[in-house]
């Protein structure tokens, strides 16, 4: 069931039908790391607290169960997986914002070099890039080509300080 509905809240009786309560939070955590776990025990252990808190519990509560407890628990956790959504919706727009072709970056400069390859792809089929190793050459010249004339050829990337002599006369 906790596959198919993939809820964001759990609460976990350590005493299964089938004893595994600890190897059921492990897997549940490992299908998805998001999910709070909410442990409950028939008694208080100080060691299976930790070790449940260690696994990934979010909290250990003993039986009988104090309900207003429970419901501000829950309250604030349905508050901060609203937070943590609306963080990731805003993270990925900013990433689909400062993303162009591959190339992720908030920088003015870069900003203003995306602006450039923008204007220059549609026009060229041939461009030269210059610059240090590592400063995202190959990444401007698959976004020209991309953006170019030439998009609908294969996008083949040659190292040609890589080529040595011996090759030039075979």
Same mark, same amino acid.
């Given at each position: &069931?906790?596959?198919?509905?993939?809820?964001?809240?759990?609460?976990?009786?350590?005493? $299964?039908?089938?004893?595994?309560?600890?190897? +059921?939070?492990?897997?549940?955590?490992?299908?998805? /790391?998001?999910?709070? #776990? !909410? #442990?409950?025990?028939?008694?208080?252990?100080?060691?299976? *607290? #930790?070790? *449940? !808190?260690?696994?990934? *519990?979010?909290?250990?509560?003993?039986?009988?169960?104090?309900?207003?407890? +429970?419901?501000?628990?829950?309250?604030?956790? +349905? &508050?901060?997986?609203?937070?943590?959504?609306? $963080?990731?919706?805003?993270?990925? %727009?900013?990433?689909?914002?400062?993303?162009?072709?591959?190339? =992720? @970056?908030?920088?003015?400069?870069?900003?203003?070099?995306?602006?450039? !390859?923008?204007?220059?792809?549609?026009?060229?089929?041939?461009? +030269?890039? $210059?610059? /240090? $190793?590592?400063?995202?050459?190959?990444? =401007? *010249? %698959?976004?020209?080509?991309?953006?170019?004339?030439?998009?609908?050829?294969?996008? =083949?990337?040659?190292?040609? @300080?890589?080529?040595?002599?011996?090759?030039?006369?075979?």
């Amino acid at each position: &069931m906790f596959l198919q509905s993939h809820p964001s809240i759990v609460i976990l009786g350590l005493a $299964t039908p089938k004893g595994d309560g600890e190897n +059921l939070l492990e897997r549940m955590l490992g299908v998805d /790391p998001g999910v709070s #776990v !909410i #442990v409950v025990s028939e008694f208080y252990s100080a060691d299976l *607290a #930790v070790a *449940a !808190i260690e696994s990934g *519990a979010c909290d250990y509560l003993t039986k009988p169960i104090d309900v207003q407890r +429970l419901r501000n628990r829950l309250g604030n956790l +349905l &508050m901060e997986g609203a937070i943590r959504q609306k $963080t990731y919706g805003l993270e990925k %727009k900013l990433l689909e914002a400062y993303q162009f072709e591959g190339i =992720v @970056s908030r920088s003015p400069l870069m900003l203003e070099i995306f602006t450039k !390859i923008r204007r220059v792809a549609p026009h060229f089929r041939t461009a +030269l890039v $210059t610059g /240090p $190793t590592g400063a995202g050459k190959e990444l =401007v *010249a %698959k976004a020209l080509h991309n953006l170019g004339p030439g998009s609908a050829g294969e996008f =083949v990337v040659c190292n040609c @300080s890589a080529l040595v002599e011996s090759l030039e006369s075979a």
